[in-house]
């Protein structure tokens, strides 16, 4: 069984569907018997939303949305 780090470890590619069928079904297993993972996917869920929904109709200069982008690859890889 997945333990909850693995869990984490794989939330984006499992919200985005990217992961095989095999994990997909190891981690929804995991978030059957795990409210603490529910909660915090929940809580990326909504927090996510919130931040597309306010971030909608900003501007954001080109050169700092690659900056960000690169940032936020590099920052995934660390954790």
Request: net charge negative; proline share 5%; glycine share 2%.
């Amino acid at each position: 069984m997945m333990c909850c780090k693995e869990c984490l470890d794989l939330l984006y590619d499992y919200l985005e569907g990217n992961l095989d069928p095999q994990i997909h079904s190891s981690l929804t297993e995991h978030l059957q018997d795990c409210p603490p993972c529910v909660a915090f996917i929940n809580t990326y869920k909504s927090t996510t939303r919130i931040c597309r929904e306010t971030l909608k109709n900003a501007e954001m200069p080109e050169v700092v949305q690659i900056k960000l982008r690169e940032f936020l690859k590099s920052a995934k890889r660390t954790v």
